[in-house]
Nanobody
């Protein structure tokens, strides 16, 4: 069982930056692939980025490629999402997710554990 707690959301102007954190419980965090997803009002939850268990493999949605970076510190049981050059269309609730696998997955159906989400609002 893994519990995930996101933090770092907030209100930022377009062009600004935020760093989200996702702290995980459990001793085997290093065995989990991690992902970030987001959900805007009235829309389905969508893939943002994912990392393999050791961070060697990462994947990004086209909409965030070059602006967002996922990285993890397995010693701290934490995965991060660095978001730069934010746009109003990035406004959403951001969720981190975990699955017991070495691979990184793009589909939300592959993830077994989810955080409660953190709100990111980008003003124009």
């Amino acid at each position: 069982q893994v519990q995930l707690v996101e933090s770092g959301g907030g209100l930022v102007q377009a062009g600004g930056s935020l760093r989200l954190s996702c702290a995980a419980s459990g001793r085997t965090f290093g065995r989990y692939a991690m992902g970030w997803f987001r959900q805007a009002p009235g829309k389905e939850r969508e893939f943002v980025t994912a990392s393999s268990w050791n961070g060697d493999y990462t994947a990004y949605a086209d909409s965030v490629k070059g602006r967002f970076t996922i990285f993890r510190d397995n010693a701290k049981n934490t995965v991060y999402l660095q978001m730069n050059s934010l746009k109003p269309e990035d406004t959403a609730v951001y969720y981190c997710a975990a699955t017991f696998s070495t691979r990184a997955y793009l589909s939300r159906r592959e993830y077994d554990y989810w955080g409660q989400g953190t709100q990111v609002t980008v003003s124009s």
